[in-house]
């Protein structure tokens, strides 16, 4: 059973960045496709970032195209959202899991709190 544990999240101001990590264990990481995802208060968790198992292959919700990237790194077992010029939108809990053309997703871990003030 693959374990997801998500950090990096904090308190940021509009304009600011940040840096996600995903460290998963339980599974070959190398073996599958990886993306985040987030859900902020009242709202479904929707799709932010996916990453194929080449890590030149991405994809990206168009809110976060051209301010997220997201890349692997197999030998870290890690997955990573970097996230710049945030705004007060990107506010969610942010979480990892397989990319749903993988199928179904993994147990979902606690996530990791982003919040931008304006």
């Known amino acids: 059973q693959a374990q997801l544990v998500e950090s990096g999240g904090g308190l940021v101001q509009a304009g600011g960045s940040l840096r996600l990590s995903c460290v998963v264990s339980?599974?070959?990481?190398?073996?599958?496709?990886w993306a985040w995802f987030r859900q902020a208060p009242g709202k479904e968790r929707q799709f932010v970032a996916g990453?194929?198992?080449?890590?030149?292959?991405?994809s990206y919700v168009d809110s976060v195209k051209g301010r997220f990237t997201i890349s692997r790194d197999n030998a870290k077992n890690t997955v990573y959202l970097q996230m710049n010029s945030l705004k007060p939108e990107d506010t969610a809990v942010y979480f990892c899991?397989?990319?749903?053309?993988?199928?179904?997703?993994?147990?979902w871990g606690r996530g990791t709190q982003v919040t931008v003030s304006s």
């Open positions: 990453i194929m198992w080449s890590a030149e292959s991405t």
């Open positions: 899991n397989l990319h749903p053309a993988d199928g179904a997703a993994w147990a």
């Open positions: 339980g599974i070959t990481m190398s073996q599958h496709r």
